[in-house]
């Protein structure tokens, strides 16, 4: 199990009983602050690890495309109703209330906690024809400093996340959250990180490919 809990997940039991709010694609991020900086590579989740070695097609690239999707109103459909579905299909539970242990990542059939959320968005969009590299399972710490676990749409107009605790699509930026690491978009079974280290913080050594 990882410090950052992502098994666990309990804020998604308390995002559950939150009053909903109006869901669509927000689109106030400003330029400069639309898309995410790299800081190099990172280990992924032993959770995904162990996923992949069970689910090899879901871990296996998708499309040759690496670019940045251009956020058309039919692309923008897209994202928010598989958003707006897999939130409603899916009620939250623990790894430990489902299977016993503390983090198993699957893909959801009723129930299940964040990552799961995730893997079952990022599926369907693959199905309805997005490529792996727009689609990156994203670590975070959310405002009570757990960790969560959200997805990631790489985009010509910014990155947006898909969020089980929050209806609407919002920009990276507007979230709140801390980012920690994602997979790469050049390869889904790489992961890069999102939080630099001192010396990358003096010298700015953030990756600049990944616009």
Not at 30 to 54: K, S
Not at 133 to 159: F, K, N, P, W, Y
Request: proline residues 6%.
């Amino acid at each position: 199990m990882s410090v950052f809990r992502i098994g666990v997940c309990l804020v998604c039991l308390i995002a559950a009983s939150a009053e909903p709010r109006a869901t669509g694609v927000s689109s106030t991020a400003t330029a400069g602050d639309a898309f995410m900086a790299t800081f190099g590579e990172a280990a992924p989740p032993l959770g995904y690890v162990n996923f992949c070695r069970l689910n090899h097609d879901e871990c296996a690239r998708a499309g040759d495309f690496t670019g940045r999707v251009v956020l058309t109103p039919t692309r923008r459909a897209e994202i928010a109703g598989v958003n707006d579905r897999v939130n409603a299909m899916i009620r939250p539970a623990t790894d430990l209330e489902l299977y016993g242990a503390v983090e198993h990542w699957t893909l959801p059939i009723s129930r299940g906690d964040c990552e799961d959320y995730v893997l079952l968005k990022r599926h369907l969009l693959i199905e309805k024809g997005w490529p792996s590299s727009a689609l990156l399972i994203t670590v975070v710490r959310d405002e009570q400093g757990d960790g969560h676990a959200v997805l990631t749409v790489r985009t010509r107009s910014g990155d947006f996340i898909l969020d089980n605790k929050q209806p609407r699509i919002l920009p990276w930026r507007d979230t709140g959250y801390e980012y920690i690491k994602r997979q790469s978009f050049r390869d889904p079974t790489v992961w890069v990180s999102l939080s630099p280290s001192p010396s990358q913080v003096a010298g700015a050594a953030s990756s600049p490919d990944d616009r």
